[in-house]
């Protein structure tokens, strides 16, 4: 396959992260994900993060969130005011594993980190992290360094931005806290973020790596309100905006 650039093609992964004022089921959130996959490359994992008991708890399979029947009956009740889903394609095909499946969550339960794109510099970073890294992915790493950032008390929308700007690449990241607001940060020029509502929720959303606006048209028709963001901006994803 050669080597991948992100100035060329760059991984082709979804994310999506839903907030409502009071819990709802994830079976509200599924056709979302399973047209988003449907239209987009993934298919290579999937996964799910979700606020329960002031906690974010996770779940994730490596195969595709449409031939995971189990996965959704389980899920399909979960109750929760937010939710972040990940459908993946790597851009190395021997990290499809359990391991490298996203989204992962903090062994406290403190937050929830996914990431669409490739960070080039994440092959030199792995050594910063002994004992940390149960895969190979470079996603993995910049969930560690994330976590490390905010150990050290930087606030959550500046650590996005600086474990991009020490990795490199390119890379839109989902930021599910168990308190606080989940963010969005844009850095896939290849891959826009929006904000927008639809059903009472407030959604963000990868854009199925097209240039155009079809991720409405195809999965998201009644979407209102909706917000691209810019290079480098981090959105967020707040359950009673525009009430």
Avoid at 8 to 35: K, N, Q, S
Avoid at 176 to 190: H, I
Avoid at 220 to 231: I, Q, Y
Wanted: charged share 30%; with cysteine.
């Amino acid at each position: 396959m050669g080597r991948i650039r992100a100035r060329g093609w760059t991984p082709v992964c979804e994310i999506l992260l839903a907030v409502w004022e009071r819990p709802e089921p994830f079976r509200r959130v599924l056709p979302w994900a399973l047209e988003l996959e449907r239209m987009g490359v993934a298919g290579f994992g999937w996964g799910l993060a979700w606020r329960e008991a002031d906690e974010v708890r996770g779940y994730r399979d490596p195969g595709r969130l449409a031939d995971d029947a189990s996965g959704r009956e389980r899920l399909s009740e979960v109750r929760s005011t937010h939710f972040l889903v990940h459908l993946r394609r790597p851009s190395r095909l021997s990290t499809v594993n359990l391991a490298d499946t996203q989204p992962f969550v903090a062994e406290d339960g403190s937050f929830a980190f996914a990431h669409n794109g490739r960070l080039e510099g994440a092959t030199a970073a792995r050594d910063r992290f002994p004992g940390k890294l149960a895969g190979e992915a470079d996603s993995e790493v910049g969930f560690r360094l994330l976590e490390s950032l905010l150990a050290q008390g930087e606030a959550p929308g500046e650590a996005l931005r600086r474990v991009h700007r020490e990795l490199g690449g390119s890379a839109n990241f989902a930021f599910l806290p168990a308190r606080g607001e989940p963010l969005l940060y844009s850095g896939n020029p290849q891959n826009d973020c929006w904000r927008f509502r639809l059903e009472g929720a407030e959604l963000a959303s990868t854009s199925l790596h097209s240039a155009d606006e079809a991720v409405f048209s195809l999965s998201f028709p009644a979407a209102r309100e909706r917000v691209r963001s810019a290079p480098g901006e981090v959105l967020v994803v707040s359950g009673d905006r525009g009430r």
